[in-house]
C-alpha cells in the first residue's frame, strides 16, 4: 500500500492528466487520496511545495529507468540506442520528464521552482543540462561495467550524442509519427495547452 505522500503524489498527477496545474486543488488532491487535506499540508506545506515534489519524483523516476532499461539490454550489447529510445519514449509518457529534459514548461504545467527548499521542499529538480550529464554519468557507470570493455572516452561521446540526438527527436518529432518500439505519445491536458499557451523556457 503507498504511503500518504505517495498517494497526495499519484493523485496530483492524475489531476494533472485532465486539468491544468493552475485548476488543480489541494482539497480535490487529499480527497482522491484518501486522506485529509491538513495531512497534505502536513507532508508538502503548500501547493508550490506539492509541485516541486511532482516534478523531482518525475526526475528520479526518469534516471530509475536509465539504469533498468541500459541493465537490461546490457548483455545483448545494448548501449547508447537503448539509452535514447527510453528517452524518447519516457519524454512521450510524461509531461513532466520532457519539461525536465528540454526546459520548456507549458504556462499549465507545475513549475520545479514553484517552491523554496525546507522543512517541506524536496529537493530541486536537476536543470536539463544537469539532466544530460546525470543521465550521461549513469549510463556509462551502468555499460562500463558491462562484460565487454569500452573506451569510457568514446563511450561517454557516445551516450551524450544518443541523448542529444533522443532531445532533438522529443522537441521536433518525426511527423510520421513513433518509431518502432516507442509508444505514442500519452499527453496530459497540461500538454496539450502546452501547444496552445506560449511557453517559457528555463535557463539551463
Request: charged letters at 20%; one cysteine or more; a positive charge.
Given at each position: 500500500?503507498?504511503?500518504?505522500?505517495e498517494?497526495?503524489?499519484d493523485s496530483?498527477?492524475?489531476?494533472?492528466?485532465?486539468?491544468?496545474?493552475?485548476?488543480?486543488?489541494m482539497?480535490?488532491?487529499a480527497?482522491?487520496?484518501?486522506?485529509?487535506?491538513?495531512t497534505?499540508?502536513?507532508?508538502?506545506?503548500?501547493?508550490?511545495?506539492l509541485?516541486?515534489?511532482?516534478?523531482r519524483?518525475?526526475?528520479?523516476?526518469?534516471?530509475?529507468?536509465?539504469?533498468?532499461?541500459?541493465g537490461?539490454?546490457?548483455?545483448?550489447?545494448?548501449?547508447?540506442?537503448?539509452?535514447?529510445?527510453?528517452?524518447v519514449r519516457a519524454?512521450?509518457?510524461d509531461?513532466?520528464?520532457?519539461?525536465?529534459?528540454?526546459?520548456?514548461w507549458?504556462?499549465?504545467?507545475?513549475?520545479?521552482?514553484?517552491?523554496?527548499?525546507?522543512?517541506?521542499?524536496?529537493?530541486?529538480?536537476p536543470?536539463?543540462?544537469?539532466?544530460?550529464?546525470?543521465v550521461?554519468?549513469?549510463?556509462?557507470?551502468?555499460l562500463?561495467a558491462?562484460?565487454?570493455?569500452?573506451?569510457?572516452?568514446?563511450?561517454e561521446?557516445?551516450?551524450?550524442?544518443?541523448?542529444r540526438?533522443?532531445?532533438s527527436?522529443?522537441?521536433?518529432?518525426?511527423?510520421?509519427?513513433p518509431?518502432?518500439?516507442i509508444?505514442?505519445?500519452?499527453?496530459?491536458?497540461?500538454?496539450r495547452?502546452?501547444?496552445?499557451?506560449?511557453?517559457?523556457?528555463?535557463?539551463?
Amino acid at each position: 500500500m503507498p504511503s500518504a505522500r505517495e498517494a497526495l503524489l499519484d493523485s496530483a498527477y492524475a489531476a494533472l492528466t485532465t486539468l491544468p496545474w493552475t485548476a488543480v486543488r489541494m482539497v480535490d488532491v487529499a480527497a482522491a487520496a484518501g486522506v485529509s487535506r491538513q495531512t497534505l499540508y502536513n507532508e508538502f506545506g503548500s501547493k508550490g511545495g506539492l509541485a516541486r515534489a511532482l516534478v523531482r519524483r518525475a526526475a528520479d523516476g526518469y534516471l530509475d529507468g536509465v539504469e533498468r532499461t541500459l541493465g537490461t539490454h546490457l548483455a545483448e550489447g545494448g548501449g547508447p540506442a537503448e539509452l535514447a529510445r527510453w528517452t524518447v519514449r519516457a519524454a512521450h509518457g510524461d509531461v513532466l520528464v520532457k519539461a525536465l529534459i528540454t526546459g520548456v514548461w507549458g504556462d499549465h504545467l507545475p513549475r520545479p521552482d514553484a517552491a523554496p527548499a525546507g522543512r517541506y521542499g524536496a529537493p530541486a529538480p536537476p536543470t536539463p543540462t544537469d539532466m544530460l550529464a546525470l543521465v550521461r554519468d549513469r549510463a556509462v557507470a551502468v555499460l562500463g561495467a558491462g562484460p565487454s570493455p569500452r573506451d569510457p572516452v568514446r563511450l561517454e561521446l557516445c551516450c551524450e550524442v544518443a541523448l542529444r540526438l533522443a532531445l532533438s527527436y522529443t522537441l521536433v518529432p518525426a511527423d510520421s509519427g513513433p518509431g518502432p518500439g516507442i509508444t505514442a505519445p500519452n499527453r496530459t491536458a497540461a500538454d496539450r495547452s502546452h501547444r496552445r499557451s506560449p511557453v517559457r523556457s528555463t535557463p539551463a
